[in-house]
């Protein structure tokens, strides 16, 4: 149509007086903000089932190079 404008960006907000930009973070610290503690459990349940995963992958490789199939 003729009255079709470009998309409108979001507009960015500037830091107000009370927020400080954080200084530059040191070797060990992360750069993620920290997580909340329900977000610590869900990432380590993640990882806790991959180990499941990798371990009972490993399991099955391991017993099929033990018992060859007969054919």
Do not use: F
Not at 36 to 61: H, V
């Amino acid at each position: 149509m003729g009255d079709e404008s470009p998309p409108k960006e979001s507009p960015v907000t500037p830091l107000s007086q009370k927020e400080v930009p954080l200084a530059p973070l040191s070797q060990p610290e992360s750069a993620a903000a920290p997580l909340s503690q329900w977000l610590q459990l869900m990432l380590a349940e993640i990882a806790r089932k991959r180990d499941e995963q990798d371990s009972a992958r490993a399991e099955a490789e391991r017993r099929a190079s033990e018992n060859p199939p007969l054919s």
